[in-house]
């Protein structure tokens, strides 16, 4: 027995949009025996008191100043969250969403990821500085990679 299963791109929309209206980190929905899990990470920040230095501690500190310094491991790298193809304007021959040195909101359009025939806004978690744009205009992209960063 095979079962087809018919993807609906604007439910999807519709859940992502229930996720960030909400606070939620994930939703599913089913119906008609079609199951739709929709989910996203939530970024937190902590504070960090100030301890003694002893060598190892010396030694993370200075992998981690080492990592921040590749700016594909940088805190404020943008990830893709699915495969698919960046564009960086909202059509061809138009002006990019961004660019290096622009400061962005919270919210705002960074690019888009094509996924499936369904165009995906990838939007800033951040409000913040782009220092750094890894892809170029239609270029194939992969979950988790780095598509910019925001400082």
């Known amino acids: 027995m095979t079962t087809?299963?018919?993807?609906d791109g604007e439910a999807v929309r519709r859940l992502a949009e229930i996720l960030t209206e909400t606070g939620l980190t994930e939703i599913e929905y089913e119906a008609g025996g079609n199951r739709i899990y929709v989910s996203r990470q939530m970024m937190t920040?902590?504070?960090?008191?100030?301890?003694?230095?002893?060598?190892?501690?010396?030694?993370?500190q200075t992998?981690?100043?080492?990592?921040?310094?590749?700016?594909?491991?940088h805190p404020g790298a943008v990830r893709s969250p699915m495969v698919g193809t960046a564009y960086l304007s909202p059509e061809p021959g138009a002006a990019?969403?961004?660019?290096?040195?622009?400061?962005?909101?919270?919210?705002?359009?960074?690019?888009?990821?094509?996924?499936?025939?369904?165009?995906?806004?990838?939007?800033?978690?951040?409000?913040?500085?782009?220092?750094?744009?890894?892809?170029?205009?239609?270029?194939?992209?992969?979950?988790?990679?780095?598509?910019?960063v925001i400082e």
């Open 4 to 7: 087809t299963f018919k993807f």
């Open 45 to 60: 920040t902590a504070a960090v008191n100030p301890i003694p230095l002893s060598t190892a501690s010396l030694v993370t």
């Open 63 to 73: 992998h981690a100043v080492q990592e921040a310094a590749d700016p594909h491991k």
């Open 96 to 148: 990019p969403f961004i660019k290096v040195g622009d400061t962005v909101s919270a919210g705002q359009t960074l690019l888009i990821v094509e996924a499936m025939k369904v165009m995906n806004p990838i939007k800033s978690p951040v409000a913040g500085k782009i220092t750094h744009i890894f892809v170029k205009d239609t270029s194939p992209v992969e979950y988790d990679e780095p598509l910019l």
